[in-house]
């Protein structure tokens, strides 16, 4: 049973925190957990996952909001499914199926040598539905509307993009990219390269900067601790400004 919290605002050290993120909350829910729990004024993340994705979201408190820019800027790691086949308006399993083709004659060898010839430097084109602003307007606000605008193409780079399963229509892959790219965008112009279409079928965030999702709490843990437990669990801001 979770412990309620009374009284004034918790008198929380300054920093991060590390939550293995749920799938089925978006990062500002779980943002918005951390300061209802432990009624800390100033709360916010360094860099947000897809609501159905998993893993790392690093949690900054107080003064540690300030040090947004060091873990927005950092490079990302990630593990992940794509399901080959299919294309959806969203990229991914939750949108609206757009087409489905044939995956039986897609070999590995043929993955593979997709995945090569993405990773290093790629031009990338954000999704409709996302959060990427066109005249100030959210894509995805635009995307509701039945409305498809041009997008301008961004540079990301892929240090590492590398098979871990093929088990068809799914393949389980590695990711080490820079910040801005965009998972799900990459596993549709895999499809696209393979001639049958593919969506992003799940995605965890295995690490960010130096930090790792090993060394992270899972929310609903972090919500049980009593105050004083969970500021042990807080990094302060010196120990980030030399890991990142």
Not at 94 to 114: I, L, Y
Not at 207 to 222: C, M, P, Y
């Amino acid at each position: 049973m979770k412990r309620m919290f009374n009284g004034p605002p918790a008198e929380m050290p300054d920093g991060v925190v590390l939550i293995d993120k749920p799938a089925g909350l978006t990062s500002h829910d779980v943002v918005d957990r951390i300061r209802r729990r432990f009624r800390i004024r100033k709360v916010g993340h360094g860099g947000s996952l897809d609501p159905q994705a998993t893993g790392l979201l690093v949690v900054l408190l107080g003064k540690g909001t300030r040090l947004s820019d060091r873990f927005l800027n950092s490079d990302k790691e990630y593990e992940g499914v794509m399901r080959l086949g299919v294309t959806t308006d969203s990229y991914d399993l939750d949108g609206t199926v757009q087409s489905e083709a044939p995956w039986q004659g897609v070999s590995r060898e043929q993955v593979e040598a997709v995945m090569r010839r993405f990773q290093g430097d790629l031009m990338q084109t954000p999704p409709m539905i996302s959060a990427v602003k066109k005249g100030g307007v959210p894509l995805y606000k635009l995307a509701r509307k039945g409305q498809e605008v041009e997008r301008e193409a961004r540079l990301v780079h892929l240090y590492e993009f590398t098979l871990l399963s093929f088990s068809p229509p799914d393949v389980g892959f590695r990711l080490r990219c820079t910040k801005g790219t965009y998972v799900r965008s990459l596993c549709h112009d895999v499809g696209q390269a393979l001639g049958c279409g593919a969506v992003l079928a799940s995605l965890r965030r295995t690490a960010s900067g130096a930090f790792r999702v090993e060394d992270a709490i899972r929310l609903d843990e972090a919500l049980d601790l009593v105050p004083e437990d969970f500021s042990a669990r807080i990094i302060p801001p010196a120990r980030i400004l030399m890991l990142t």
